[in-house]
Every structure is written in C-alpha cells, then in structure tokens.
C-alpha cells in the first residue's frame, strides 16, 4: 500500500470551525507551552525568530521554527506583517504555520496563520492575567480596536465578570464600531474618548496597539493593576511609559526574546523579573499586590500547541 504523505491545508475557516468556544482547552496547552519552554530542560528547542524587512513596501518577513519532544512536533510559522496594508484592502498579517512530525519529519498540516496568531497570543494573556491580576477584577480596559483587541476581550470576558468594559482607539469612530458590535452580541461595552478616562481605576489593561511611543502613563495607572502589553514587538516601539515600566514588576514570555525584540524593554533599561512559565513553575513570585507588566512577544511553541489543537479536533472530526 503506498504511503500518502500529502499534507492537510486548513483555511482560516476551517481553523475558526476548530478554536472558536475551546477556550479552556487552548489556555491549557499553552500554559503546558509555556512551563515547557521556561523548563530549560531541553525539550523545547526554540530560536529567537528571524525576521527581513522589505523596506520599500513597510514590510517584514517573520520566521518562528519550534521543536516540542512532548508533542512529537515542529513546525514553522512563516509570516508578513505589512503595517500599510489596510491602504490595500488586505490583511496586516499574513501566512502559514507548518507543522510536522517529529518522529519522521512528515508535513502534517499548513494552516493559514492570522486566527491561529489571534487565539494563541489572547489565550497567552489569558494564562498571565489568570497568575498574575487582582483575584476579583471589576474593571477592564482594552486600548486598541483591532483583531487582538476583539481576542482579547473575548478571551478576558471568558475568564472573568466584568463590572466595566472600556475600549479606546487612536481613530475614534473604530473604537465605537467595536462597541456597538460587542454590545450588540449583549455585552456592556463603553468607548472612551481618551487613554486616560479608559484605564482610570481599571483592575487589568490590554495594550493592543500600533502605536511607536508610548501611550499610557504610569499616573494613570492604579497600584496593583495588571497590564499585558500586546503590541510594540521591536526595538525601536514602545506602548508604556518608562515610569511605568520601571514602577512596575515586568514579565514575559520568553526572556531571550524580550532583551533583543521589545522596545518596552529595552528603551526603558528594565530586568525582566521573570518568565510566566517560571511562575507556574513555582521559580519565582507572582506579585498580585503590585503593578505588573506582562510583555507578549508571541512564541513559536504557542504557535505549535495551538496548530497541534486544530489539527487533532480535524482528525478526530475525519474519524467519526
């Protein structure tokens, strides 16, 4: 019998069929992910990522390769990010992840990236917020209006009962079309004019923006807030204040990769405390009483959980 290795290829469609309302189950792999990574132990092998700049076009070229011994899996995320691309009518990101066997190098699947790169960096937030923020928050406030704004907000009103959910965003007019769609669905949703009005007295912060510099300051910010910073992933681009940064008890996902791609970081001069994967682990302290900083940077093994979680609901879905 001749052996067919041809690979599934699974669309954002199809992706969506497989992640959407398996919340708890993303979070769990990747809080395995990120205990695994943070191990040092071997079993994950995951470079800092690759990237080239098409500078002509305002674009970059990322590639993220993982190997996961528990999982029996690689896989590679290929990505463009083209900041200027809603002047075309497309998508910022685009790509695919690919993701093999670890046994004999077979390519299992391609999946398209964007809703993968969505679920898997809201569901990250979700394992650090849960170790990290007040016990009982009443207050959430989203800065951004984009796809990872709308993840994140699912994502966080998955885990917690929200008294108040506000949303900022530089264009207005966007932030209020998130609303009304959020508030349509039956949520309590309200749009804040400005950064300062929308993180006032707020228990967690989600920073999804594209901003270069910074945008929320640390008077803003009440003591013992929670903040996930999202966007800003390169040198040069920051979303917090450095006050802020440096008031603050910073985390991260991988601190390889935060010292040389975070722009929070390393503009602001700050030591990662630590990696999320070393609090589940017991390595270091969550400090729930303090203000605290988990900078997102997004990681390969998150990309490979994640892809491994669609392509063994589709396999299983095949054998029914």
């Not at 290795?5 to 954002?12: D, G, Q």
């Not at 528990?70 to 463009?80: D, F, G, N, Y």
């Not at 910010?221 to 800003?232: C, R």
């Not at 991988?254 to 503009?267: F, K, L, P």
């Amino acid at each position: 019998m001749e052996f067919d290795s041809s690979p599934v290829f699974l669309n954002s469609e199809k992706i969506t069929r497989y992640i959407d309302g398996r919340w708890d189950s993303l979070i769990s792999c990747l809080e395995t992910s990120f205990v695994l990574y943070s191990s040092d132990d071997g079993q994950v092998i995951q470079p800092v990522r690759e990237n080239v700049t098409v500078r002509d076009y305002n674009g970059l070229l990322f590639s993220m390769p993982v190997c996961s011994s528990p999982h029996e899996a690689l896989a590679t995320k290929i990505i463009t990010v083209y900041n200027d691309n809603h002047l075309r009518g497309l998508p910022r990101i685009q790509g695919v992840i690919l993701l093999f066997s670890a046994v004999d190098g077979v390519l299992k699947a391609i999946l398209e990236a964007p809703v993968i790169t969505a679920k898997r960096t809201a569901g990250a937030t979700a394992v650090a917020t849960k170790y990290l923020a007040s016990e009982n928050p009443k207050i959430l406030a989203i800065l951004g209006a984009g796809v990872q704004a709308r993840s994140h907000f699912e994502v966080l009103t998955h885990l917690y009962n929200f008294e108040e959910v506000r949303i900022w965003n530089i264009h207005q007019n966007n932030g209020e079309k998130l609303v009304k769609e959020l508030n349509d669905k039956g949520f309590h949703c309200v749009c804040c004019s400005n950064v300062e009005e929308a993180v006032r007295d707020a228990d967690i912060i989600v920073t999804a923006t594209f901003s270069k510099t910074p945008i929320l300051k640390a008077v803003w910010v009440k003591p013992g807030a929670h903040i996930n910073v999202i966007g800003a992933s390169n040198p040069t681009s920051q979303e917090l204040d450095p006050e802020l940064m440096r008031s603050a008890v910073v985390y991260t996902d991988s601190r390889e990769a935060a010292c040389v791609e975070s722009g929070d970081i390393i503009i602001s001069e700050v030591e990662v405390y630590a990696e999320i994967g070393e609090v589940i682990l017991g390595k270091k302290e969550a400090f729930r009483d303090k203000t605290t900083v988990f900078k997102s940077l997004g990681m390969a093994v998150q990309d490979l959980v994640s892809a491994k979680l669609v392509y063994d609901a589709y396999t299983s879905d095949l054998q029914k």
